[in-house]
């Protein structure tokens, strides 16, 4: 399996940005297509964003559509969430994840990082 590991989350004032990385090893990178979820307290887990294996397509959320971007370099291992004019609700603990068959969905067979918090304040 790919290890992932997530790093970038922190404390941040509404309408502010983060950018959070999930590293990738132990498996070719370029064979996984990647996604960012999150999970709030007493919340289901949800997929924020995915892209696929080249980088070519990618998918959000109605949610953060227009304020999120998910990027990936598969020559540094590396996906990416930019996260602008973040919101109190965006707080959760943000997962990478990765699936060798789809762009991870919530019910996909999916390879996950240990997660990173955000906290977004009023």
């Known amino acids: 399996q790919v290890q992932l590991v997530e790093s970038g989350g922190g404390l941040v004032q509404a309408g502010g940005s983060l950018r959070l990385s999930c590293a990738a090893s132990g498996r070719t990178f370029s064979n996984y297509a990647m996604g960012w979820f999150r999970q709030a307290p007493g919340k289901e887990r949800e997929r924020v964003a995915g892209i696929n294996k080249s980088g070519g397509v990618t998918t959000y959320a109605d949610f953060v559509k227009g304020r999120f971007s998910i990027s990936r370099d598969n020559a540094k291992n590396m996906l990416y969430l930019q996260m602008n004019s973040l919101k109190p609700e965006d707080t959760a603990v943000y997962y990478c994840?990765?699936?060798?068959?789809?762009?991870?969905?919530?019910?996909?067979?999916?390879?996950w990082g240990q997660g990173t918090q955000v906290t977004v304040s009023s």
């Open positions: 994840a990765a699936s060798a068959v789809v762009i991870p969905s919530s019910e996909s067979p999916n390879s």
